[in-house]
């Protein structure tokens, strides 16, 4: 049986960049919820089990090195993710992939980069790529408002 990527989990503080990436992956995946703080992501992560997660490395309350040793704490399935930062440190991009980051981006996304990434992920999981609408909803986050 095919494996299906069916909940996913933004976390970043950004609103505006949250709401343009919940709306992009709400076209493609069934189940999209989005989150701006280190103890919310935890929580949804051990609750919610998102099979994705797109992480901002930075959060209000901590950074994603906190939420990914208390993912992998909590002993279960560990969930994909896409790791997303303004600063573009090798360290940094070391780290989380030590910690079984799938894929670390800077800030800010293209449309290109972001659909490159979630190829790869879903390639990994075997299930379709993800829509190019993507490309429209962060070009609109991108605007000043």
Same mark, same amino acid.
């Given at each position: 049986m095919e494996a299906r990527l069916e909940r996913v989990l933004i976390v970043e503080d950004d609103q505006s960049l949250q709401r343009s990436l919940q709306r992009a992956l709400g076209l493609r995946f069934p189940a999209v @919820?989005?989150?701006g703080t280190r103890a919310?992501?935890?929580a949804l992560i051990a609750g919610w089990r998102p099979q994705l997660v797109l992480l901002d490395v930075m959060l209000p309350d901590g950074n994603a090195l906190d939420v990914l040793r208390a993912a992998a704490a909590d002993g279960g +399935?560990? +969930?994909e993710v896409v790791a997303m930062s303004g600063f573009g440190r090798e360290d940094l991009a070391d780290?989380? @992939?030590g910690l079984g980051v799938h894929r670390f981006l800077v800030k800010p996304l293209t449309p290109e980069t972001l659909e490159e990434a979630l190829r790869s992920v879903t390639a990994a999981a075997a299930v379709p790529a993800p829509a190019s609408s993507l490309g429209r909803w962060l070009r609109r986050a991108?605007?000043?408002?």
């Open positions: @919820r989005a989150c919310e992501a935890s +399935p560990q +969930p780290a989380l @992939r991108r605007r000043p408002s």
